[in-house]
């Protein structure tokens, strides 16, 4: 997320439902963020500088270390488009901002889920 209050505000709120939680204001700091973190869910926004949230999304499926990570789009681009795109590079869910409460802890319950 680029912009700073944004991601602090989500990081208290994810903090608050108990997780941990790095954050990055740019793709590729996230996702070196991701590498040295290993985390089980990557919200990450579409419209980012530099290096788009579709950039990111196809590096994190690449990597054999990041690959089923839970990845989240948390965006304002909420257009068809977007939405297909988004599932096209990898992003299992796709989030409009602001997400509310009860979204995230969807997410964060189905990716506690083990796998069948």
């Known amino acids: 997320e680029d912009n700073l209050d944004a991601a602090e505000s989500l990081r208290a709120l994810l903090e608050l439902l108990g997780n ?19 985390p089980e869910i990557v919200f990450c926004d579409l ?16 990597d054999p270390q990041l690959r089923g990570v839970v990845l989240v ?3 304002g681009y909420a257009q068809f488009d977007e939405r297909r795109r988004s599932a096209e590079v990898g992003f299992d ?3 409009c901002k602001p997400a509310n409460i009860e979204q ?7 990716a506690a889920l083990p796998l069948a």
């Open 20 to 38: 941990l939680v790095e954050t990055a204001n740019d793709g590729g700091n996230g996702i070196a963020r991701a590498r040295a973190f290993q």
């Open 47 to 62: 419209g980012l500088p530099v290096m788009d949230g579709y950039a990111v999304a196809r590096a994190l499926r690449e």
């Open 73 to 75: 789009a948390l965006t």
């Open 93 to 95: 869910d796709h989030l």
């Open 104 to 110: 995230l802890e969807e997410i964060l319950a189905r």
